[in-house]
Structures are given as structure tokens and as C-alpha cells.
């Protein structure tokens, strides 16, 4: 038995060599996994991010795809329908054409084995104008190592091969679809697996010894007569494709569809959910040549210890804020903007007192903190953290973990901080529009200067100064009609307002402090964002040992004038939620619920559910619903979006807590509207957590 | 006929990708080579040593044991690369390792004639592959090599893989570089060696 094991796995171990990144599944014209037209039952890696572009005419479609788990996939679409126009109307789109977005998502109801196929259940085109509406049951079983067959029942669009609906044996609702194109945004559920059903078929054969190209026939299930704005001519249900793996990551496709018309497109998906995905060379903890000399001065005096402190911790980019020898225990209070995993921070700590404090110290503590406020402390005994270097998960039963409350008082050492302290950060920046009725693309390229100035530990001011360069936004000329309060939709006249000048997008006072361990507060005045001034403040409790955190903000908020200086316009309210956190901590899922008063004066809740990869990247999707219609709201019926958050260091040798982050909201309306003011205290707090800590306490020793 | 006009108000707002100068500086460090230009600090240890370059990285190797010809050669993070006359036998803590099992083949016709040996691959693992070098040819000439370059041609037939191994011996038949690809999945390693004693 032990030999046939060893055997498969072998053989497979070959093949892997034999046909190159078979293993990794491909995009279809689609734009989410499969054949050529046709959806599979595959799925990338957890933590995945795709990007995928087809020009499948008339379409030219390009989508962004995403795994937060390996049963699930969530895709974003944007489609250019190039034999339509946008409108009829020559004064509102000129030529544009057609436009047209969407969601698809696709979950895993089986897991392939040797005996059974993959097995997924997908949706295309939910919660959008309708044109690609269609729901899937796909089977996908792989043959050896380079064969693998798609088997599928469709609805709405992928019912060409038309047989009758099975589901309506269950029930009558399944025998109409109202296959109904409207203003988008809502998810008709009665439409779901109802009207004609269909069957759709395909293969995918790695061809041997061409370094992975692979080939791909299919029986196709689109439904050309139904889908989109115009039917299209369709010569052939057989459709022929080729994809070739240039890596990987990239890949390249071919193919032939509806008998007459030829398609091609590029791919390219990565995996960014493990520590260290990108194989970056991480720069070492520095093991100091003269460790033994260091100590026998540190011998000498506290203060030589307290210094030599402040000058090591200092090269590795930790600030030493306070420390305190007492006896056998050195403890030391730092910030770092290095350092994303607080068990990183804690370990560079410990490793590098370890190498200059004199041998009858015996114990350990660090604590980190965060615009003054105390995330964490981490004690362990010296011998210990030596000991166990080689395994760190034995460390786990030793080291000492817990909230910290900063009392600045408490200390022997107290380093005089020159305030106030600047900080400052420069470069391009984009803002944009795309897919709007006065053209396809309007781009304001500025000049940003971002900076924060620490008059203490606690009170700092942020701001962002943008200067405009060039832009061509003086052709936007879409006005808003939304019948709520504009607190949104006069984005056109901001977007006009701050162009080719100076604009102030960010001027914030904030005042920190905390309440015992668990209990942050903050205040803050001034510019909070493009739109609005005020003040306010928020409380958060997040108990240090927990997963859950309650918190509550009131802002006082006044609308800016559109050249975004220091006018405002006739518009003022009040606007708080109360916000609920909850990060399970198995999955790493962060569901987060802020209930309250938005800018339009509307009441409602928005949901936020977040997955935090081991790597730091963070992918989340929202939405919101309020006490106003979805009449009233207007086009989109509720405010929803996706983002993804990617810290820097992934790309880097060098450790950042830099993430950039990338969001997408379809339809910027008025209802639904919250404050986005900076640095709310749940990130701010961010390291104050234990499971976060403990997560990732194989970085101590990194 | 209904008009569909849509308003779509698709904000992309790449304003949350604001491209400060220093993301600019982190993704150019990402992607620039990881040179070591500096080699006089390990000339000054007096030890044997190699620069191994793969990629944009490069890693210095300092010679830890000899026996029988076999060479091995120890780097920062303990990675180690066995080599006999220059050719790479043996690695651990590489990406993609290699282990070639019938050594003897290689002492006896090295320089001299086609060499038929067995070896494993590791990520993915395949043991025991016939792995056949073929003297392609002997390069005198060329500015790269102070004396003469072995060209072999590499082939593993099990997995169809295809490279060459290129070796640099000086007149005085101390092995100067060499050039040789482990792994399809891998890329080329170039080897300079630096002998400081013998």
C-alpha cells in the first residue's frame, strides 16, 4: 500500500513537470474560471486575487476576481458593448457605447476526489442591469494529469441547449422567468434557476511537451438570441480555444466562438494569502558583532542600558518611548511604523535587548503603543526566548500576553521628544471616473502632499493638500437627481471644483486617550474629508483577551463648498452609529455592523464582512440599507462595494505597515452615506489584540 | 421601445491608490537586483568561496568541507550547494533542490565523454531520474572564460527538460565559473568561484 501511495504520488509529481502548471485553472472570456464561454467548477487558492481582459466582440470585458476561500469566487465585470449605444440620446452620450457591470459569484458545493467531481453552484450577473443573468450547476472531474471535463445545467443566458427546467417537478415557480432589464442593483431571487433550462459541456487537454499550452472544446451554453442588448449571429454551438501559461500567474488565450468570430485575451491571478507570498528576501534581525563589549557597558549604569536602548531599538526603526529596569526585569514602552505584525515588533525588540542588556536581566517586557495609547505588552523570560528559537510554537506556552494602559508616569527612562514632530509623504495621485454618460473615462491627475504633525503623544494633525496638473473633467456634465439630501451625488461638482488648484482634502485634529486597558477614545476637529467639516469623536472598547469590540461616534458635520478650501455650503447635520466587531477567529473573518444616522439624515445598518490573510491582505465587501426606498435611492437601489487592502511590504525586502488598498463602489447615491473621517480608532487599535498577536507568533524570531 | 438610459456613475476611484513616492521606492526595490558588489570583505577572511547569482539575487557561499574532490559550500541561511569539478551534485535549503546519486559517473568522465547519471528533484519531488549530459562542444575562445569552456547539453528525458551546463577551467584547471539550470521550474545559477587556498 505504502508502494502504491508513493507511486501515484510520484507519477503526479512528474506530471507536474510534464504539464507545466496544469494544476493552475484558467480564465474564460467571461471572465471568471473556465472553459471559453462556459463556466467550470474550479477555483484559484484562498487569498487569490484575479484580474482577467477578453475581447470577445462586441464585447470588450474586463473583470476583477477574487477568493476569499477556496469554495468561493467573487467577480466584478465591466463590459463595453461596442453595437450599442450608450443612450439615444446624442445631448446626454454622444457615440459612447454601451456600458455594463456586474457581479458573479460562484461557491463550491463539492470537493473534487478520486471517485467524485467538483461540484459549484455560480451566479452571473446578480444585483446588475440583468444582460448577462444566468445561474449554473457545473460538474468539473480531471483525467490523469491533463484532462479535465466540465459537465453543466444553465439558466437565463447559458440555456441554449434547452431542456425542460428539473426544478419545476419541485415547484411551479421555476417555469417563468421575467428575464426583466432595469435600472440594476436589487437581486430578483424569483428569477433564480426559473424558465428554460439548458445544458452546456466542455474539455480542457494540456497538450504534452509544449510547456503547458492547453487546449479547450466546448459545447457552448450562451444563449446569443437572449443575452445583452443585441442578439448575436451564431454559426456554431462548438466553440475551439487555446491558452498558453507564459507563467503561472500569466496567462494568454485564443479562441474561435459561434463559428465566425475570433477572441482573444490575457489573464493573470495571484495567490497573496500566505506569509510571505512573493518570496521577497525579508531583511534578517541584525546579530550584533560586539554584543559581549555592549553589555559590559551596559553593566555599568541603568542609564548606559537606557541609552544603548534608545540607540539599537532605534536602527531597526522602534521608538523607544519610556523604559524602567527593575532588579531582573527591563521593560520598554515603543511605537514602531515598521512593523505590521505586533509579533514581529515585540520580537526585534526582545532580540535586540537581549543583545545589549547585561546578563543578570532576566525577564523581558515590551509594549507597544499607538498615538499614545497602549496596544499590548509581551513578557518572557530571556532564557526561554533563546531557547526556543528553532521552534517558535513552543514559545506560545511561555510568553506572556495583555492589554496595556500607557501611563507616561510610570517610567525611569524618559526620552525627550522634540515636538511637535512632522512627518511628510508626496506623489501623483489619480482620481477618475469611468463607464459615466458624458464619456467613457475623466481623470484628474493632482500633486499630493499628505502629512501629520505629533504636537504630543496624544494630539496630532492630519492633513492632505492635493494640487491639481491636469485633468478633463470640465467635460463631466452629468447633474445629480437623487430626491434625497445631496450629500453625495454632487460629486461632478466637486470633482469640477478641485481641478487645477489647490485643495485641501484633509485637515483633521485628533485628540487620543484611553479609559483603563480596553477603553480608547478620540476627538477630532477640522476638514475630514472631500465633502465634509466638523467635529465629533467615537469610544471604542475592545478588551485586549477578545475578539469583539463595541464602539460609538457623533459627528457634527458641514457640507464644504466645491472648491474644497475652507467654505462650506448650506448644509449641516448629525450624524453617529453605533459599530459592533466581531473577528472570528478560525477564519479570520471580520464582520463588522454600524448602525445610526448617515449624512441624508437616513437611518439604517451597513454590513461589512472583511477576510485578513496571513500575509495582511485584507478583502472585504459591503453594503447598506436604510429607511429610504429603493425608489428613493435611486439607480443601484442600496449602496454596496468590494475592496481590498495589500500591504506594501509583500513587494519589498524591507517591512512596511503601508497597505494601498483598492475599492470599487458601483454607484455613488445619497442614501446610505457615511462620514469618512481618518484614523478611526478600530484601526488605530489595531494591534491591540490578542489573537492577532498570537496568529502570528512565528514572526517573533523572523 | 423602451430607452434604457443609464446612468451609471461608476466612481473608480483609484484616490485610495495615491502613489506616494514611496510605494514608488518599495516596488523598485522589490523588483532591483540584489547585488553584492563588494567581494573584499570576504577576500580579506582568506577562505574559498563562491558568488552564486540566480535572478536579481546573489548570495556568497564560503567553502566548509573538501573530500575526494567534492566540494561543499555553505551559505547565510545554512543553504548549501555540493559541487565536484565546478558541477553542481548536491543542494539543500535552495528553492528547488537537487541531489545526484551516482557520483562515480561524474569523477570518471568528466571533461572527457557523455555522462549518464541518476538524480532527484525536489518542489516537485522526483527521485531517481536518468539525467544525461552530452559534450556539446569545447570553447576556447571566448572572452567570457580565461581558458576553456566545457558546453554540455543537459537532458531528463522522464520529464522532457532541456538546459545546458557551461563550465569556465582555467589553463591552470582550476574551475574559474559555471552555469547550469537544476530545475525547469528554476532558473539558471551562476557560479564564480573564488579560491583562496587549496
Not at chain 1, 437581486?187 to 487537454?205: K, M, P, Q, R, W
Not at chain 1, 492632505?464 to 445629480?480: A, Q
Not at chain 1, 451625488?489 to 483603563?516: H, P
Request: glycine share 8%.
Amino acid at each position: 500500500m505504502l508502494a502504491l501511495i508513493l507511486c501515484t504520488s510520484l507519477s503526479a509529481n512528474i506530471d507536474l513537470y510534464k504539464y507545466p502548471f496544469y494544476e493552475s485553472p484558467s480564465y474564460s472570456n467571461y471572465g471568471t474560471l473556465g472553459l471559453i464561454q462556459n463556466p467550470t467548477a474550479r477555483f484559484h487558492d484562498q487569498g487569490s486575487l484575479g484580474f482577467s481582459w477578453s475581447h470577445n466582440e462586441p464585447y470588450l470585458r474586463g473583470s476583477i476576481v477574487a477568493y476569499p476561500f477556496n469554495w468561493l469566487e467573487a467577480s466584478f465585470q465591466y463590459t463595453d458593448i461596442n453595437n450599442r449605444l450608450y443612450s439615444y440620446f446624442d445631448y446626454f452620450s454622444g457615440s459612447q457605447s454601451l456600458k455594463d457591470k456586474s457581479f458573479d459569484a460562484k461557491i463550491r458545493l463539492l470537493k473534487e476526489s478520486s471517485i467524485f467531481p467538483q461540484i459549484a453552484l455560480g451566479i452571473r450577473d446578480f444585483g446588475g442591469t440583468g444582460l448577462f443573468a444566468s445561474e449554473y450547476l457545473v460538474a468539473s472531474k480531471r483525467f490523469g494529469s491533463n484532462l479535465d471535463i466540465s459537465i453543466g445545467l444553465g439558466w437565463g443566458n447559458l440555456n441554449r441547449n434547452d431542456i425542460s427546467n428539473p426544478l419545476t417537478k419541485i415547484s411551479n415557480r421555476f417555469e417563468e422567468r421575467t428575464s426583466e432589464i432595469d435600472l440594476g442593483g436589487k437581486v430578483n431571487l424569483d428569477d433564480f434557476f426559473s424558465g428554460t433550462a439548458g445544458y452546456f459541456a466542455g474539455i480542457e487537454y494540456v497538450i504534452p511537451k509544449l510547456n503547458g499550452l492547453r487546449l479547450k472544446v466546448e459545447l457552448d451554453g450562451t444563449n446569443y438570441l437572449t443575452e445583452s442588448a443585441e442578439p448575436l449571429n451564431q454559426d456554431s454551438r462548438v466553440n475551439f480555444g487555446i491558452i498558453y501559461p507564459v507563467t503561472k500567474r500569466f496567462h494568454t488565450k485564443l479562441s474561435f466562438t459561434r463559428g465566425n468570430t475570433v477572441n482573444f485575451g490575457f489573464s493573470y491571478a495571484i495567490s497573496l494569502g500566505s506569509k510571505n507570498p512573493t518570496n521577497q528576501l525579508k531583511r534578517k534581525r541584525v546579530s550584533m558583532e560586539n554584543s559581549d563589549l555592549i553589555k559590559t557597558v551596559t553593566a555599568r549604569s541603568d542609564i548606559n542600558l537606557y541609552r544603548a536602548s534608545l540607540l539599537y531599538l532605534r536602527q531597526e526603526d522602534i521608538s523607544l518611548q519610556k523604559a524602567s529596569l527593575n532588579d531582573d526585569n527591563y521593560e520598554v514602552v515603543y511605537s514602531t511604523a515598521k512593523y505590521r505584525s505586533p509579533a514581529r515588533a515585540a520580537g526585534r525588540a526582545i532580540g535586540i535587548i537581549d543583545q545589549i542588556a547585561p546578563e543578570d536581566i532576566k525577564t523581558i517586557k515590551v509594549s507597544e503603543v499607538n498615538a499614545g495609547l497602549g496596544m499590548y505588552s509581551a513578557e518572557v523570560s530571556r532564557e526561554i526566548f533563546n531557547r526556543y528559537k528553532s521552534n517558535p510554537s513552543i514559545l506560545e506556552k511561555y510568553i506572556r500576553t495583555n492589554g496595556f494602559k500607557f501611563d507616561e508616569d510610570n517610567y525611569k527612562f524618559n526620552p525627550a521628544v522634540r515636538y511637535p514632530a512632522i512627518f511628510n509623504d508626496m506623489g501623483p495621485e489619480l482620481i477618475s471616473q469611468i463607464g459615466g454618460p458624458d464619456g467613457f473615462f475623466f481623470g484628474d491627475l493632482k500633486w499630493n502632499l499628505d502629512s501629520e504633525a505629533l504636537l504630543s503623544r496624544k494630539i496630532s494633525i492630519i492633513s492632505s493638500l492635493t494640487y491639481g496638473l491636469v485633468d478633463n473633467m470640465d467635460e463631466l456634465k452629468l447633474e445629480s437627481d437623487s430626491v434625497l439630501p445631496h450629500v453625495r451625488t454632487d460629486i461632478v461638482k466637486y470633482l469640477k471644483g478641485s481641478r487645477g488648484g489647490l485643495s485641501v482634502k484633509r485637515l483633521q485634529a485628533n485628540y487620543y486617550n484611553q479609559l483603563g486597558k480596553s477603553t480608547f477614545y478620540k476627538l477630532s476637529a477640522g476638514i475630514f474629508e472631500q465633502m465634509y467639516s466638523g467635529y465629533g469623536g467615537e469610544i471604542l472598547y475592545r478588551p485586549y483577551e477578545k475578539n469583539f469590540g463595541v464602539g460609538f461616534e457623533l459627528w457634527k458635520v458641514f457640507k464644504r463648498d466645491f472648491d474644497q478650501l475652507f467654505d462650506h455650503r448650506d448644509y449641516e447635520t448629525i450624524t453617529g452609529h453605533l459599530n459592533l466587531y466581531y473577528q472570528e477567529p478560525r477564519t479570520n473573518i471580520l464582520f463588522s455592523l454600524k448602525g445610526g444616522r448617515y449624512l441624508a439624515e437616513d437611518s439604517g445598518i451597513t454590513v461589512d464582512l472583511s477576510r485578513i490573510f496571513r500575509s495582511g491582505l485584507k478583502m472585504g465587501a459591503f453594503f447598506t440599507l436604510t429607511d429610504i426606498s429603493f425608489e428613493e435611492f435611486g439607480e443601484g437601489s442600496f449602496d454596496k462595494g468590494f475592496y481590498f487592502w495589500i500591504p506594501v511590504e509583500m513587494f519589498s525586502p524591507r517591512y512596511f505597515k503601508r497597505t494601498f488598498g483598492w475599492g470599487l463602489r458601483p454607484i455613488t447615491r445619497d442614501g446610505g452615506a457615511a462620514l469618512n473621517y481618518g484614523y478611526p480608532l478600530w484601526g488605530v487599535t489595531d494591534p491591540s489584540s490578542n489573537h492577532r498577536f498570537r496568529r502570528r507568533l512565528d514572526d517573533i524570531y523572523d | 421601445m423602451i430607452y434604457m438610459i443609464k446612468k451609471i456613475f461608476l466612481l473608480l476611484c483609484l484616490s485610495g491608490c495615491a502613489v506616494d513616492l514611496a510605494y514608488i521606492e518599495v516596488f523598485r526595490e522589490g523588483l532591483k537586483k540584489n547585488e553584492i558588489n563588494d567581494l573584499q570583505p570576504f577576500l580579506d577572511t582568506n577562505l574559498s568561496f563562491v558568488k552564486a547569482t540566480k535572478g536579481k539575487n546573489q548570495a556568497i557561499f564560503i567553502l566548509s568541507d573538501y573530500n575526494e574532490g567534492v566540494e561543499i559550500w555553505v551559505g547565510a541561511d545554512n543553504e548549501r550547494i555540493s559541487t565536484y569539478k565546478g558541477v553542481i551534485i548536491r543542494t539543500s535549503k535552495l528553492d528547488h533542490d537537487m541531489t545526484v546519486h551516482n557520483i562515480e559517473a561524474l569523477q570518471k568522465n568528466i571533461f572527457q565523454d557523455n555522462i549518464q547519471l541518476l538524480a532527484s528533484l525536489s518542489n516537485p519531488s522526483v527521485s531517481y531520474l536518468n539525467l544525461e549530459l552530452t559534450l556539446d562542444k569545447i570553447i576556447t575562445d571566448d572572452l567570457d572564460c580565461i581558458g576553456k569552456k566545457y558546453k554540455y547539453d543537459m537532458f531528463i528525458s522522464t520529464i522532457d527538460f532541456n538546459s545546458e551546463l557551461l563550465i569556465c577551467i582555467s589553463d591552470a584547471g582550476e574551475i574559474l565559473s559555471t552555469y547550469q539550470r537544476l530545475n525547469p521550474f528554476d532558473e539558471y545559477i551562476y557560479l564564480e568561484y573564488y579560491y583562496q587556498y587549496k
